[in-house]
C-alpha cells in the first residue's frame, strides 16, 4: 500500500462512499425488485447465482473481442453486469456485479484495493445505468420490445461505460503519472465496441430470463469459450 499515491487512495474511498450511497438511495427509492412470494424469490436467486457465475467466469477467462486487426481490451463481464442491472434492477444488479468482481479478486490474488477499485466501479456503474433505464423506459415492454426502450438501453450503456472507464482512469491516473482525461482517452479506442457489447446483451439476457433462466446458458457457452478455442 506504500507504493499506492495518496490520491488514488483518497479516490478509492470516495468511491466507495458513493456506490455505497448510491446503492442506499435506490434502495430507499424502491428501485429493488424483490419479489413477495417464495417462488419467485426462488427464480430470482437462480437468476442472480447465473449471472454471478457469468460474470466472474468471463472475467477469469479475459474475454476480448478482436477489432480491426487488433484487439481492444472489452470486457465480456462488463456486459454481464450491465444486463444484471436490467434482469434484475439496480440494487441487486450492482451487488451481484460487485460481488463476483470480489470473487475474481480473491481468485486473481489481486491487491486489495485493486479488487476494491474493480467492485465499486463496476457496482456503481451497474447501479447508475439500471436507474437512468428503469426510470425513463416503459415498463410494459422488454428491452427490445419498442424504439423507446432500445434508446433507452443505448442511453444507459453509455452511462455505464463513462462510469465505469472514467472512475477508473480517475483512480489509475496518480499511479501512472497521467491526467484522467489523458487516461481515459488512452482507453477511448474500444469504445464504441464496448458499448455496441452492452446494448446488445443487455436487450437479450433479460429477454432469455423472462422465457428460462437456463436458457442464458446457449448464449453464454459459445461467447465465453468460443473466444479461447480460437486463440488455440
Not at 466507495?16 to 429493488?32: E, F, H, K, S
Amino acid at each position: 500500500m506504500s507504493d499506492i499515491p495518496l490520491k488514488t487512495r483518497v479516490y478509492t474511498l470516495l468511491l466507495v462512499l458513493i456506490t455505497v450511497a448510491a446503492g442506499a438511495i435506490l434502495w430507499r427509492a424502491g428501485y429493488q425488485t424483490f419479489p413477495t412470494n417464495d417462488t419467485s424469490l426462488r427464480e430470482l436467486l437462480i437468476v442472480a447465482g447465473i449471472l454471478l457465475v457469468m460474470i466472474v467466469v468471463a472475467e477469469v477467462l479475459d474475454v476480448s473481442f478482436p477489432q480491426a486487426g487488433q484487439t481492444f481490451t472489452v470486457s465480456v463481464s462488463a456486459a454481464f453486469c450491465f444486463a444484471a442491472g436490467l434482469t434484475l434492477g439496480p440494487v441487486l444488479g450492482g451487488m451481484v456485479a460487485a460481488l463476483a468482481h470480489i470473487i475474481d479478486g480473491g481468485i486473481a490474488r489481486r491487491q486489495a484495493i485493486k479488487t476494491t477499485v474493480n467492485a465499486a466501479g463496476i457496482g456503481l456503474s451497474t447501479l447508475a445505468s439500471a436507474a437512468l433505464y428503469f426510470a425513463l423506459d416503459d415498463p410494459a415492454q422488454w428491452q427490445i420490445g419498442n424504439p423507446r426502450n432500445l434508446l433507452t438501453v443505448f442511453l444507459s450503456g453509455t452511462l455505464f461505460a463513462l462510469i465505469n472507464a472514467g472512475s477508473l482512469a480517475v483512480i489509475v491516473a496518480p499511479v501512472v503519472g497521467f491526467t484522467p482525461i489523458e487516461m481515459w482517452r488512452a482507453n477511448f479506442g474500444g469504445l464504441h465496441v464496448e458499448l455496441l457489447t452492452l446494448v446488445t446483451l443487455g436487450s437479450v439476457i433479460p429477454v432469455l430470463v423472462s422465457e428460462n433462466p437456463l436458457s442464458m446458458i446457449v448464449l453464454i457457452v459459445p461467447m465465453l469459450f468460443g473466444p479461447q478455442a480460437i486463440r488455440r
